[in-house]
């Protein structure tokens, strides 16, 4: 089954909220920044639960798409950043300053967050937070722009979700599988991730941290 390209077309496959997916926010601060995970649960793995974390340090405004299917929840429910459309996140986008999104990569060798999204001081301060605190969570960080990461995670289309804050520039973060099965052993799972790792926590105070400047900036 080829991905969906609308919400509409997820819900002409007869797949419903509260049932197949679930759609949540907080909408604290959102004046400030939105945080979101476009594709949770068992879309993107592990995505869902790195970004409620981030959020929770701060009681940052937060999103979450999130699949709950037993199986092919990626090929069923994930829109791309580009076009994605639930009316949900549509109104709060024109709500806050600035996005960062949360997405999982595929495997790269190493845990690994690629950092992209228009805003290059969002990007900047992220790969520095992340970098400056590896020796707590064990992950890497990498600027998406450079050139020599795949294009797809760069996340600069003026349509990507990350970029259509009111300011027009946001931060998007891919993390890698490697990165995910760190912080979530040994596999991401469904079981995994309720357990979650010790690595998750200094992670998430990082990410918020570094929020924390930009909303300053």
């Known amino acids: 089954m080829p991905e969906p390209h609308s919400y509409e ?30 594709h949770g649960g068992g879309i993107e793995p592990g995505t869902s639960e790195i970004m409620r974390a981030v959020a929770a ?46 997405h999982g990569a595929d495997a790269m060798g190493q845990p690994l967050a690629c950092v992209g999204g228009k805003w290059k001081r969002g990007r900047e301060l992220l790969v520095e937070a992340i970098n400056a605190s590896f020796g707590e969570h064990g992950l890497r960080a990498a600027d998406a722009t450079d050139g ?34 760190l912080l979530f052993p040994p596999n991401a799972s469904r079981e995994a991730r309720g357990r979650r790792s010790a690595h998750l926590r200094p992670l998430a105070r990082a990410l918020h941290q570094a929020i924390q400047r930009l909303c300053q900036a």
């Not at 929840?73 to 109104?91: A, G, Q, V």
């Not at 003026?158 to 259509?164: A, G, I, K, W």
Request: some cysteine; overall charge negative.
């Open 9 to 38: 077309e997820i819900l002409a496959r007869k797949l419903m909220a509260g049932r197949d997916l679930r759609v949540e926010f907080g909408d604290s601060k959102i004046d400030q920044c939105l945080l979101i995970a476009p």
């Open 57 to 102: 340090f701060g009681d940052w405004a937060w999103y979450d798409f999130a699949g709950f299917l037993r199986q092919g929840n990626k090929e069923s429910l994930h829109i791309t950043s580009t076009r994605f459309d639930e009316p949900t996140l549509l109104s709060l986008l024109p709500q806050t300053k600035f996005v960062v999104a949360f």
């Open 148 to 181: 020599s990461l795949a294009y797809h995670l760069r996340g600069l289309d003026d349509e990507n979700l990350t970029n259509r804050g009111k300011s027009g520039e946001g931060v998007q973060i891919e993390f890698s599988r490697e990165a995910r099965n």
